[in-house]
């Protein structure tokens, strides 16, 4: 059974590009071995992160288990979580995109602001942020 976990969090230390460079090579090395796909958006304005995880229930569940115990975040805040029939990330072991590099508009589309903040907005809005930025269709209905 698939599953599929938004989050957000903050970083403790300031994002700079060798460290969201290790995360992702840290997260494509252990994703890869447990069978999750996902993708990873940053924004190093603000220090913040947004992921969406899919896998299995047991590997998402273990691996946000890690996330929320992990020093180097802090607010850290599940905004959904739900079963899924195929997954939206297939092809990335852990994909990525800079929210600050992102056209202000499509940030805008769902977004009270283009200060994207995601703990204010549905999960499901930051889902399709997400996919959005990816260039993924959406699995709403599936």
């Known amino acids: 059974m698939l599953n599929r976990l938004v989050y957000a969090s903050y970083s403790v230390e300031t994002m700079n590009e060798r460290m969201i460079q290790t995360v992702l090579e840290q997260s494509r090395l252990s994703n890869a071995e447990h069978g999750v796909t996902g993708m ?5 304005r603000r220090d913040l992160f947004l992921q969406v995880l899919e896998g299995s229930r047991s590997a998402v ?3 946000y288990a890690n996330i929320i115990r992990d020093p180097r975040h802090v ?8 079963e899924i029939a195929e997954r939206s990330f297939s092809a990335w ?18 977004s009270e602001t283009e200060h994207f903040d995601p ?24």
């Open 93 to 110: 072991r852990m994909g990525s995109t800079d929210l600050a590099k992102v056209n202000p508009g499509v940030v805008l589309r769902f």
């Open 119 to 142: 703990l204010t907005i549905p999960g499901t809005a930051a889902l399709a942020l997400v996919q959005k930025v990816a260039g993924v269709g959406s699995n709403e209905g599936k």
């Open 40 to 44: 990873l958006c940053v924004d190093p």
């Open 61 to 63: 569940n273990q691996l």
């Open 75 to 82: 607010q850290v805040t599940l905004l959904a979580y739900e």
